[in-house]
Nanobody
Framework: VQLQASGGGLVQPGGSLRLSCEAA????????MGWFRQAPGSEREFVGV???????DYADSVKGRFSISRVRAKNTVYLQMNSLKPEDTAVYYC????????????????WGRGTLVTVSS
């Protein structure tokens, strides 16, 4: 099983970025797909999730600015990030969850390596 996140980089405050996460070796449609992030010196935190039936849920800190989508034919999930703030700077991880609380990282079965997003002028 492999989850490959990509699309990170340097962006100015107020800018946008789209992350992608492609899944291989797993039946994509069986999993809720979550995004987490870890800022320097902080614990990893929940960002959002798109369920296997295409419902979404977001952390309050990103609600209204971030959106998650998935394309079954491409085995890919996307995280669209708008109105980025310096406090969004972190390594972003995608992960696959089959059961349990999708807001809890301990409920996830598989993790990607992460991609760095830096929001700075």
């Amino acid at each position: 099983v492999q989850l490959q996140a990509s699309g990170g980089g340097l962006v100015q405050p107020g800018g946008s970025l789209r992350l992608s996460c492609e899944a291989a070796g797993v039946t994509f449609s069986n999993y809720n797909m979550g995004w987490f992030r870890q800022a320097p010196g902080s614990e990893r935190e929940f960002v959002g999730v798109i369920t296997r039936i295409y419902n979404t849920d977001y952390a309050d800190s990103v609600k209204g600015r971030f959106s998650i989508s998935r394309v079954r034919a491409k085995n890919t999930v996307y995280l669209q990030m708008n109105s980025l703030k310096p406090e969004d700077t972190a390594v972003y991880y995608c992960a696959a969850n089959s059961k349990g609380d999708y807001r809890s990282e301990t409920s996830y079965d598989y993790w990607g390596r992460g991609t760095l997003v830096t929001v700075s002028s």
